[in-house]
């Protein structure tokens, strides 16, 4: 299995996960509901933030493109982990709302500019190998 497969499947669960967020964090009556709520997202997107920047976009740095994808990175880590820290409800709800928004247009730029242009300047081997890394990370067996 290539990367980009891998990566588009953790999408797919992602945007389950807005989907479902985006309608209970407003409807949230205590700021300690939304953050634990935005607990698994948290940790969900950290990992795969940190497989992205270690395996493709490592590999995607002598072709320039991916100084944003890192620093959306940061700001998604940024946003969800200030709700655990913030002071009250409105300023958390804001702030999972705003991840969120954020890593839907993150994951748009990949599907449709950076996994194509990975899937060019790369090529399919290397691809390959880079879902056999990112599976070994995961513990998941491919065959």
Same mark, same amino acid.
């Given at each position: ?10 999408h ?10 985006? &309608? ?20 969900g ?9 270690e ?19 940061? &700001? ?5 982990? &200030? ?7 409105? &300023?958390?709800?804001?702030l ?11 994951? !748009? ?16 081997? !290397?691809? !390959? ?15």
């Amino acid at each position: 299995m290539k990367i980009i497969e891998a990566l588009l499947g953790e999408h797919g669960v992602f945007y389950a996960q807005f989907d479902h967020l985006e &309608q209970a964090v407003p409807a949230a009556q205590t700021l300690a509901q939304v953050q634990a709520q935005v607990s698994l997202l948290a940790a969900g997107l950290a990992t795969h933030a940190h497989l992205e920047d270690e395996l493709l976009f490592a590999k995607l740095d002598p072709l320039g493109p991916v100084a944003v994808m890192r620093q959306e990175h940061d &700001q998604i880590e940024g946003d969800l982990g &200030q709700v655990q820290e913030a002071g009250d409800l409105a &300023q958390a709800q804001r702030l999972v709302l705003h991840a969120i928004q954020v890593a839907r247009d993150h994951f !748009t730029k990949e599907e449709e500019l950076l996994f194509p242009m990975a899937e060019q300047a790369l090529g399919a081997e !290397t691809l !390959t190998q880079l879902g056999s890394q990112w599976a070994k990370q995961r513990r998941v067996k491919i065959r």
